[in-house]
């Protein structure tokens, strides 16, 4: 399960003098058991939730939005 929560009108001050505003988009995902080893199925859980919120993240930005943000691709 994701919960989203969007914010409008957010900002962010990565360093001083810097302040970007927009949109605040917060992701959290939460699997809900039974687990059979909860411990030895953390890391592909926690690589499935990490793959899940990725998508749902970027079909939130628009192709401008994603180009505005300077992505670099290795």
Not at 5 to 12: A, K, R
Not at 26 to 45: K, M, Q, R, V, Y
């Amino acid at each position: 399960m994701h919960v989203v929560q969007i914010v409008s009108n957010g900002f962010v001050e990565p360093r001083e003098g810097v302040r970007k505003e927009g949109i605040i988009i917060n992701i959290d995902s939460i699997a809900n058991g039974p687990h059979n080893d909860f411990w030895s199925e953390l890391p592909f859980n926690l690589e499935k939730a990490h793959e899940e919120g990725k998508v749902l993240f970027f079909d939130f930005l628009k192709t401008e939005t994603l180009n505005n943000l300077e992505p670099i691709y290795d």
